[in-house]
Nanobody, 119 residues
Framework: QVQLVESGGGLVQAGGSLRLSCAASGNRFSFNTMGWYRQAPGKQRELVATIGSSGSTNYADSVKGRFTISRDNAKNTVYLQMNSLKPKDTAVYYC?????????????WGQGTQVTVSS
């Protein structure tokens, strides 16, 4: 069983920055894709950014140029650097990991961390 521990959320003024971290532990298998999703009140959960094991990245259009995803494979940790934050970035941010072992996919979600951006 994989455990994901997120940290770094909080309250920040518009234009400010936050850095989210998600540390994964629990088994010996490597992580394929790691990523961040978010869910605002009354809205569906949406992709923010993902990063593959080789470092390839994918971003939602709404965060391109402002957010940067990175990972430390030695620490099984994924980060999300969020700059130029806007009130519309307010949401609960969730870490998601994907492992593939013997052709079976294992998906895990973190508990979520609140990000609130005030205007």
């Amino acid at each position: 069983q994989v455990q994901l521990v997120e940290s770094g959320g909080g309250l920040v003024q518009a234009g400010g920055s936050l850095r989210l971290s998600c540390a994964a532990s629990g088994n010996r298998f490597s992580f394929n894709t790691m990523g961040w999703y978010r869910q605002a009140p009354g809205k569906q959960r949406e992709l923010v950014a993902t990063i593959g094991s080789s470092g390839s990245t994918n971003y939602a259009d709404s965060v391109k140029g402002r957010f940067t995803i990175s990972r430390d494979n030695a620490k099984n940790t994924v980060y999300l650097q969020m700059n130029s934050l806007k009130p519309k970035d307010t949401a609960v941010y969730y870490c998601k990991t994907l492992q593939v072992n013997d052709g079976v996919e294992y998906v895990n979600w973190g508990q979520g961390t609140q990000v609130t951006v005030s205007s």
